[in-house]
T-cell receptor
Framework: QKEVEQDPGPLSVPEGAIVSLNCTYS??????FMWYRQYSRKGPELLMY????GNKEDGRFTAQVDKSSKYISLFIRDSQPSDSATYLC???????????FGTGTRLAVRP | DVKVTQSSRYLVKRTGEKVFLECVQD?????MFWYRQDPGLGLRLIYF???????EKGDIPEGYSVSREKKERFSLILESASTNQTSMYLC???????????FGPGTRLLVL
């Protein structure tokens, strides 16, 4: 079993929909959680960074962490075709270990 | 803004050739990483470096080597390219080992 699991998709939604992207993990020591966005044929770029449990909002994006369930989510409100990309979650304990990445979920937002 | 650049966006090489991929970062980061990314497999860590001349194997180091002679530069070397090394190669850097990684644009390598 992988340490971080992420549904590969593809996930196809109409423009304006609310999108929910998720990762589950097995290591209860993970404390820092990130979401990266990767456009086709480009490198991943950091989208959201959260520490421990709770929500963090940035514009149309909300990152949610539920440490009791070992589950993190990224919500995209009013999705746009420009949100079409692969979204990767990443996490770390913060105790000197490297980031552990999910495999990514491919999202397509239809105009 | 952190900038990570990679020497080539696209490369085509023949089986058996020696291949050099170079990565440069401009933020004085201690740590640098080389990944390959394949459909369905996600990012797989090949090697990383936490200081000049220091390197550690990642999850899939076989067939690869690395060099870090200067802090800003991290090179990935394919000693004898094989077709199963056709992939997208991504370089990243970070200040601390557990901190946010900043990625380059990637190099698409095709080995014929």
């Amino acid at each position: 079993q992988k340490e971080v699991e992420q549904d590969p998709g593809p996930l196809s939604v109409p423009e304006g929909a609310i999108v929910s992207l998720n990762c589950t993990y097995s290591n209860s020591a993970f404390q820092y959680f990130m979401w990266y966005r990767q456009y086709s044929r480009k490198g991943p770029e950091l989208l959201m960074y959260t520490y421990s449990s709770g929500n963090k909002e940035d514009g149309r994006f909300t990152a949610q962490v539920d440490k009791s369930s070992k589950y993190i989510s990224l919500f995209i409100r009013d999705s746009q075709p420009s949100d079409s990309a692969t979204y990767l979650c990443a996490m770390t304990t913060g105790s000197g270990d490297k980031l552990t990445f999910g495999t990514g979920t491919r999202l397509a937002v239809r105009p | 803004d952190v900038k990570v650049t990679q020497s080539s966006r696209y490369l085509v090489k023949r089986t058996g050739e020696k291949v050099f991929l170079e990565c440069v970062q401009d933020m004085d980061h201690e740590n640098m990483f080389w990944y390959r990314q394949d459909p369905g497999l996600g990012l797989r860590l090949i090697y990383f470096s936490y200081d000049v001349k220091m390197k550690e194997k990642g999850d899939i180091p076989e067939g690869y080597s690395v060099s870090r002679e200067k802090k800003e530069r991290f090179s990935l070397i394919l000693e004898s390219a094989s077709t199963n090394q056709t992939s997208m190669y991504l370089c990243a850097s970070s200040l601390g080992l557990q901190e946010t990684q900043y990625f380059g644009p990637g190099t698409r390598l095709l080995v014929l």
